[in-house]
């Protein structure tokens, strides 16, 4: 039986701490690539995980051809490409400018924005945010000042269902009753604006964010970096919103919950989930298909590592038909399915800081996720790059070739008990359930 550990667990992720960043944001992007163990890697910033059936064509072309064949979904709907040539850079950079994927090269990291992916599409919104997504990217293109921002700032844009409200982001817009609620960092107030000025109350707001970096003499990425007092960042908040001509009145912004759309056929669209975030061309190239014949002109990647296909065109029989399709490539159609409930850093041998090949022992140990009431996630070390935001069991990988489970819950101390072997996941599960207090 395994036992609970008496040794400190692992830091729960940071809520409104202070950090002193001592370097640049070498945060990768489209243009400037990183050198990681399995070659050169590319971040393609997708505002909305948003892609034209051209764009994507030209993401799998270029994973085809200059990477190692494969497209990697991120936590916050981009699309990462691996195994890239280091004399590529130019030749990507011009691919992805012929189709309108870096509509400002001094703006490509900045672009962060993620966007309620059934918006628009299941009724289960209070509005469809698009036309927002469309004005924010715009603005932040047209901005000198938020080209400061570092590559992890991140903006969500949430129809009202609370599902990208609950994912962390620096700048979240949320619809709400009698407008746009607008929030900053993990703080619970906010201020109610109109609708129509959303996208530039966000702007204002990550300007402000910069004002107040600027002004105390720090270097900082994210908005819980700046350890000062919340009334400074509020009341840099409305002059700058006052300066805009954008009215406000303070509000709460309430609870949110980070869930991504299920795998299947939800309203006018398909859901599918991507295991670990490993997408091939093959199976990319059957979402495009799918896309062009139900005439819904787009996928939309989520911050879930899933892909959402609008069908607006499509029969029952049809959308049957493609769901079968993706399924037999080997894309997750099923909503029982424990994959969406599993994720991973790249780990070895794409790491050279991992400890383990946390994708393969995952996929191994996929079948005891069902013992968890929590999602998990895999890490080859305590780094934790990519790990979600909210609660979740991190499994993290141990320099002796072990794991350590543990519980990060909200407002409750972490509990860790260790994992000396993948294929007894199911055990250690039990043990961290039955060492809560």
Request: proline residues 6%; neutral net charge.
């Given at each position: 039986?395994?036992?609970?550990?008496?040794?400190?667990?692992?830091?729960?992720?940071?809520?409104?701490?202070?950090?002193?960043?001592?370097?640049?944001?070498?945060?990768?992007?489209?243009?400037?690539?990183?050198?990681?163990?399995?070659?050169?890697?590319?971040?393609?910033?997708?505002?909305?995980?948003?892609?034209?059936?051209?764009?994507?064509?030209?993401?799998?072309?270029?994973?085809?051809?200059?990477?190692?064949?494969?497209?990697?979904?991120?936590?916050?709907?981009?699309?990462?490409?691996?195994?890239?040539?280091?004399?590529?850079?130019?030749?990507?950079?011009?691919?992805?400018?012929?189709?309108?994927?870096?509509?400002?090269?001094?703006?490509?990291?900045?672009?962060?924005?993620?966007?309620?992916?059934?918006?628009?599409?299941?009724?289960?919104?209070?509005?469809?945010?698009?036309?927002?997504?469309?004005?924010?990217?715009?603005?932040?293109?047209?901005?000198?000042?938020?080209?400061?921002?570092?590559?992890?700032?991140?903006?969500?844009?949430?129809?009202?269902?609370?599902?990208?409200?609950?994912?962390?982001?620096?700048?979240?817009?949320?619809?709400?009753?009698?407008?746009?609620?607008?929030?900053?960092?993990?703080?619970?107030?906010?201020?109610?604006?109109?609708?129509?000025?959303?996208?530039?109350?966000?702007?204002?707001?990550?300007?402000?964010?910069?004002?107040?970096?600027?002004?105390?003499?720090?270097?900082?990425?994210?908005?819980?970096?700046?350890?000062?007092?919340?009334?400074?960042?509020?009341?840099?908040?409305?002059?700058?919103?006052?300066?805009?001509?954008?009215?406000?009145?303070?509000?709460?912004?309430?609870?949110?919950?980070?869930?991504?759309?299920?795998?299947?056929?939800?309203?006018?669209?398909?859901?599918?989930?991507?295991?670990?975030?490993?997408?091939?061309?093959?199976?990319?190239?059957?979402?495009?298909?799918?896309?062009?014949?139900?005439?819904?002109?787009?996928?939309?990647?989520?911050?879930?590592?899933?892909?959402?296909?609008?069908?607006?065109?499509?029969?029952?029989?049809?959308?049957?038909?493609?769901?079968?399709?993706?399924?037999?490539?080997?894309?997750?159609?099923?909503?029982?399915?424990p994959w969406p409930r599993v994720g991973a850093c790249i780990g070895r041998p794409g790491c050279g800081r991992s400890h383990s090949d946390v994708r393969t022992d995952a996929a191994r140990a996929v079948a005891a996720v069902g013992r968890s009431r929590l999602p998990l996630y895999w890490s080859g070390c305590e780094r934790r790059c990519g790990r979600p935001h909210g609660d979740r069991i991190d499994v993290v990988a141990a320099p002796d070739g072990g794991y350590h489970l543990t519980e990060t819950v909200r407002d409750r101390p972490p509990r860790t008990v260790p994992l000396n072997d993948p294929a007894r996941l199911g055990t250690a599960l039990?043990?961290?359930?039955?060492?809560?207090?």
């Amino acid at each position: 039986m395994l036992a609970a550990m008496s040794t400190p667990p692992l830091p729960s992720s940071p809520q409104a701490t202070a950090v002193s960043r001592d370097r640049g944001d070498a945060c990768p992007g489209a243009l400037r690539l990183h050198t990681a163990d399995d070659g050169a890697l590319a971040r393609i910033r997708i505002p909305g995980g948003v892609l034209g059936l051209r764009q994507a064509e030209a993401l799998a072309d270029a994973a085809r051809h200059l990477g190692d064949g494969d497209l990697h979904l991120t936590s916050r709907g981009n699309v990462q490409l691996r195994g890239l040539r280091d004399s590529c850079g130019a030749e990507l950079a011009g691919l992805l400018d012929s189709v309108g994927l870096l509509p400002s090269h001094a703006h490509d990291r900045v672009r962060n924005i993620v966007a309620s992916p059934l918006s628009g599409l299941d009724g289960g919104g209070k509005r469809d945010v698009r036309p927002w997504l469309e004005s924010l990217d715009t603005a932040l293109c047209r901005s000198e000042a938020v080209r400061e921002l570092s590559g992890r700032f991140l903006f969500a844009l949430d129809d009202g269902r609370g599902d990208v409200a609950a994912l962390g982001a620096d700048v979240t817009v949320r619809v709400a009753t009698g407008g746009a609620l607008l929030g900053l960092g993990s703080a619970g107030e906010g201020w109610l604006v109109s609708a129509d000025d959303a996208a530039r109350a966000a702007l204002s707001a990550a300007e402000a964010f910069l004002d107040v970096a600027r002004q105390n003499g720090v270097q900082v990425w994210r908005v819980d970096e700046l350890g000062i007092e919340r009334d400074t960042l509020a009341r840099a908040v409305r002059r700058r919103l006052s300066a805009a001509g954008i009215a406000c009145v303070e509000a709460s912004r309430g609870a949110a919950r980070a869930e991504g759309p299920r795998p299947g056929v939800i309203g006018s669209a398909l859901s599918v989930h991507a295991p670990l975030g490993r997408v091939t061309t093959a199976q990319w190239r059957e979402l495009i298909r799918a896309a062009a014949r139900a005439q819904g002109g787009e996928l939309r990647v989520t911050p879930w590592r899933g892909i959402v296909v609008p069908t607006p065109g499509a029969s029952a029989a049809d959308t049957a038909d493609a769901l079968d399709r993706l399924a037999d490539t080997g894309l997750v159609t099923d909503a029982s399915s424990p994959w969406p409930r599993v994720g991973a850093c790249i780990g070895r041998p794409g790491c050279g800081r991992s400890h383990s090949d946390v994708r393969t022992d995952a996929a191994r140990a996929v079948a005891a996720v069902g013992r968890s009431r929590l999602p998990l996630y895999w890490s080859g070390c305590e780094r934790r790059c990519g790990r979600p935001h909210g609660d979740r069991i991190d499994v993290v990988a141990a320099p002796d070739g072990g794991y350590h489970l543990t519980e990060t819950v909200r407002d409750r101390p972490p509990r860790t008990v260790p994992l000396n072997d993948p294929a007894r996941l199911g055990t250690a599960l039990a043990t961290l359930t039955s060492s809560a207090v």
